[in-house]
Nanobody, 124 residues
Framework: QVQLVESGGGLVQAGGSLRLSCAASGRTFSIIAMGWFRQAPGKEREFVAHFRWSGGLTQYADFAKGRFTISGDNAKNTVYLQMNNLKPEDTAVYYC?????????????????WGRGTQVTVSS
């Protein structure tokens, strides 16, 4: 089993920044990649960014390119999501997820484990 705990969410004004963290514990050696998703009220959960431990490969949703950066610290089993120039439409619960296989990282079913989420609210 793998446990994921997100932190770093909060309330920020438009144009501001936040850094989310996701700490993994348990059978972390089985994790191939980590991802961030988000879900706004009344909307589907959507892909934000992906980080593969081997080689540091990253992938971003179009809305995240140029504003968000995903990174990982192997020694801490932690993945980060640096979010800059935040917009009100970025308001959502952000979820961290862990994948045990190589698959399309934008798909929810590619991830076996999920955190409980952290709320990000961007005021205008």
């Amino acid at each position: 089993q793998v446990q994921l705990v997100e932190s770093g969410g909060g309330l920020v004004q438009a144009g501001g920044s936040l850094r989310l963290s996701c700490a993994a514990s348990g059978r972390t050696f089985s994790i191939i990649a980590m991802g961030w998703f988000r879900q706004a009220p009344g909307k589907e959960r959507e892909f934000v960014a992906h980080f593969r431990w081997s080689g540091g490969l990253t992938q971003y949703a179009d809305f995240a390119k140029g504003r968000f950066t995903i990174s990982g610290d192997n020694a801490k089993n932690t993945v980060y999501l640096q979010m800059n120039n935040l917009k009100p439409e970025d308001t959502a619960v952000y979820y961290c997820a862990a994948s045990l296989l190589i698959s399309d990282p934008t798909l929810r079913y590619a991830y076996a484990y999920w955190g409980r989420g952290t709320q990000v609210t961007v005021s205008s």
